[in-house]
Structure formats: structure tokens, C-alpha cells
């Protein structure tokens, strides 16, 4: 019996960490299209710039604007998915 509640407890926490991320990813994703746009709120349009410096930082800029917040929204589905496929079922 310990050994379920462990699961289910390590599955809990990798599933919160999972949303964590999701939510990361699509607030960055969302502060891509709004400065693609430009006529976003300035705190999301700000946003947008953070996310050009982390992908400059992180050497991913060969994609074009719009190429970045596409993959970001993919990789924000697969992050919601996978938490949703390790929650714990009661």
C-alpha cells in the first residue's frame, strides 16, 4: 500500500510541475503573437521581447517569429497533455 500512495503522490508533483510549464509556455507563446501583431497590451508585447531574448540566449533564432510561437504552442499542448496523462486517477 505504500508503494501506491507513492506513486500517486510522485504523480501529483509531476503533474503540477508539468502545469507549471504549460502555463510558462503559453504565457510566452502569447507574448509572441501579441508582438507579432503589435497592437497588444504593452505587458504582453513585453513579454514577447522576453521570450526573443530567452530564445537568442538559448541559440534558437534561425526560426522566424512566427515558426517560434507556433513551436511554443505545440510544445504548450504536449506539456498540457502530459500532465493531464499523469494525474492520478482516483
Known amino acids: ?3 501506491r500512495r507513492l506513486w500517486v503522490v510522485l504523480g501529483w508533483v509531476l503533474s503540477l510541475a508539468l502545469f507549471g510549464v504549460t502555463l ?3 504565457l510566452l507563446a502569447l507574448g509572441t503573437f501579441a ?3 503589435g497592437t497588444g497590451p ?3 508585447r513585453s513579454i514577447g521581447s522576453l ?3 530567452l530564445s537568442g540566449a538559448l541559440n534558437v ?3 522566424g517569429s512566427i515558426q517560434q510561437a507556433m513551436t511554443l504552442m505545440l510544445l504548450t499542448s504536449v506539456c498540457a497533455g502530459l500532465a493531464a496523462y499523469l ?3 482516483a
Open 51 to 53: 521570450e526573443s531574448t
Open 42 to 44: 504593452l505587458w504582453l
Open 61 to 63: 533564432t534561425g526560426l
Open 1 to 3: 500500500m505504500n508503494a
Open 35 to 37: 508582438s507579432l501583431a
Open 24 to 26: 510558462v509556455l503559453a
Open 87 to 89: 494525474k492520478p486517477r
